[in-house]
């Protein structure tokens, strides 16, 4: 098993290791978006991207670990709460009818039901991580404008993040397409690789102010990175120690075979919240948070038999690592 000795949590807030080199913030954050791009072409959405699942290497390189809530459903229920709570997309805690627009999702012989985007709730994630890497903060403890003030002001005028954190208008405006409520209307994750590579400030202030622009051959060098050797990291095989525990903690939420036969029908139309997810902290900052379940009692995921035979197939087939996931 490889080791790692930190991860970018603790390098976030432990150790300060961002705040005063831009160059590698934009080295961390491609490798993440890397990571995640290679894992959605191939149909695997992660649900729980947040800092402590960034493990990192003596060089600063990232390996995204811990698939434990992941899925190869492209779709997922509004308010079926998967992930963290800092890191949780809104549809994912209270879909929003007034802001939002599901998508009305036929499977052969299944009723049509309202569904979120798994790609996108991921990308929501990497925006709350970009604000952590340049502010050494979380902008609110969750995304539910019933319970978090700061995230019920957003809601009525984005602007308030320039008022709570120290972000240039370069910086502001890739939020605000990243960290849109609508998941339908975010932009894309190439999209933010790009903007991220561009961009030359991430703050109004201090060393972040100013940060120089990639060129190609840098940019290609931080999504694709090499080994101690130079040479470009290569797929390794993925396996897990001790499948009994894997089978008790991933699952997969629908079949390859369902998603051919899935039709997108666009809707404006939404869910209504429904339990809770209990007790939050009430530390605003960054800080390791563990809410890792479903908002709903009647959780789609706990009614869909164990799928792992097909999880594992999946990954075999890709030979996947977390050396991989950087590639």
């Not at 079926?80 to 800092?86: A, K, L, R, T």
């Not at 690789?193 to 972040?208: D, Q, R, Y």
């Not at 390859?256 to 039709?263: K, P």
């Not at 900052?285 to 038999?305: A, I, M, Q, R, Y």
Request: charged fraction near 25%.
């Amino acid at each position: 098993m490889d080791y790692y000795p930190t991860d970018l949590f603790t390098s976030i807030v432990d150790n300060r290791h961002f705040i005063t080199n831009g160059l590698l913030i934009k080295k961390v954050f491609l490798q993440i978006c890397s990571a995640l791009n290679y894992c959605h072409e191939h149909g695997i959405y992660h649900c729980d991207v947040k800092p402590e699942n960034l493990l990192l290497d003596a060089d600063d390189n990232v390996f995204l670990c811990d698939f434990g809530l992941s899925t190869t459903s492209t779709y997922l229920k509004p308010n079926i709460c998967v992930g963290s709570s800092y890191y949780m997309p809104p549809e994912r805690i209270s879909f929003d009818n007034a802001k939002c627009s599901s998508s009305k999702i036929r499977v052969k012989g299944h009723k049509s039901k309202k569904m979120c985007s798994s790609c996108n709730g991921d990308l929501w994630s990497l925006g709350i991580i970009l604000i952590n890497l340049t502010c050494v903060r979380n902008p609110w403890l969750k995304a539910d404008k019933t319970e978090d003030n700061s995230y019920y002001y957003f809601t009525k005028d984005p602007t308030v993040l320039k008022q709570i954190l120290p972000l240039s208008d370069a910086l502001y405006s890739l939020l605000s397409q990243i960290l849109q409520v609508d998941p339908k209307k975010r932009i894309s994750l190439q999209d933010v690789m790009k903007e991220v590579s561009s961009i030359t400030s991430f703050t109004n202030k201090g060393p972040l102010s100013k940060v120089p622009p990639l060129s190609k051959s840098v940019y290609e060098e931080f999504s694709n990175p090499g080994d101690a050797t130079g040479k470009t990291m290569s797929p390794k095989q993925y396996t897990y120690m001790d499948n009994r525990r894997m089978d008790k903690n991933l699952y997969c939420t629908s079949s390859s075979d369902d998603d051919d036969r899935v039709q997108e029908e666009e809707e404006n139309d939404g869910g209504s919240r429904s339990g809770s997810l209990g007790t939050l902290d009430t530390d605003t900052g960054l800080h390791s948070s563990f809410t890792s379940t479903s908002c709903d009692s009647d959780n789609e995921s706990s009614k869909v038999p164990n799928k792992f035979s097909l999880f594992e197939k999946k990954f075999n087939e890709l030979h996947m690592s977390a050396t991989s996931l950087t590639n």
